[in-house]
């Protein structure tokens, strides 16, 4: 078992810059692929990005393509969500994610095959 808990989550004007946290505890010895989705209210959960256990590899959605940047400390077990000209359409709760699958398996976008997931954190951008 892995826990997740994000944190860096806030309230920003369009233009403004977040970065997100996300803590892993429990079995974290183990290799995962980590990732962040998002869900803004009425909506599906949106695939954000995703990350390999090496770091090597990283994978985004259009709509965040240049803007974010996903990252990772094995070391301290923490990923990051770095988040650059933050539009209103950004706002939702966005949400940690890992599995023990690998990034090259195509399946990363698919928010079922995340065994793992986070409560989730409030990213609200005012125009």
């Known amino acids: 078992q892995v826990q997740l808990a994000e944190s860096g989550g806030g309230l920003v004007q369009a233009g403004d810059s977040l970065r997100l946290s996300c803590a892993a505890s429990?079995?974290?010895?183990?290799?995962?692929?980590m990732g962040w989705f998002r869900q803004s209210p009425g909506k599906e959960r949106e695939f954000v990005a995703a990350?390999?256990?090496?770091?090597?590899?990283?994978r985004y959605a259009d709509s965040v393509k240049g803007r974010f940047t996903i990252s990772r400390d094995n070391a301290k077990n923490t990923l990051y969500l770095r988040m650059n000209n933050l539009k209103p359409e950004d706002t939702a709760v966005y949400y940690c994610?890992?599995?023990?699958?690998?990034?090259?398996?195509?399946?990363?976008?698919?928010?079922?095959?995340?065994?793992?997931w986070g409560q989730g954190t409030q990213v609200t951008v005012s125009s």
């Open positions: 429990g079995r974290t010895s183990s290799s995962y692929t």
């Open positions: 994610v890992a599995d023990r699958g690998q990034l090259y398996s195509g399946s990363y976008q698919r928010a079922g095959w995340y065994d793992y």
């Open positions: 990350i390999s256990w090496s770091a090597g590899s990283t």
